[in-house]
């Protein structure tokens, strides 16, 4: 999980790709998500970058703000559509708006 929060900050920090490239992965749709990027807007009013990873039985999540606050989480719950992504978006709502 510290690799991917890594990963995200460099990101975001315009280490990895440039400024123009960086600004057309936060070109999200309606949907929220673009490019490999998905914004998250938080309780506490920030948005947060990342993205998700599923496998059957297997869920991951990965959020990073533009000041560096930062989480990630993961469960091996059974796949059940909605219930974890739902408890995790508000486990990585409190751990980044309450730091």
């Not at 929060?5 to 057309?24: N, P």
């Not at 993961?74 to 709502?93: E, I, W």
Request: hydrophobic share 40%; with cysteine; net charge negative.
């Amino acid at each position: 999980m510290e690799d991917l929060t890594a990963f995200y900050q460099a990101l975001l920090d315009g280490e990895l790709v440039s400024f123009g490239s960086l600004a057309e992965m936060k070109h999200t749709a309606a949907t929220g998500s673009g490019l490999g990027l998905f914004s998250t807007r938080l309780s506490c009013g920030v948005t947060a970058w990342g993205h998700n990873g599923m496998m059957p039985g297997y869920h991951s999540y990965t959020l990073v703000a533009e000041d560096g606050r930062h989480a990630s989480t993961m469960t091996n719950a059974a796949f059940q559509f909605g219930t974890p992504h739902t408890r995790m978006s508000k486990v990585l709502d409190t751990a980044i708006c309450e730091s």
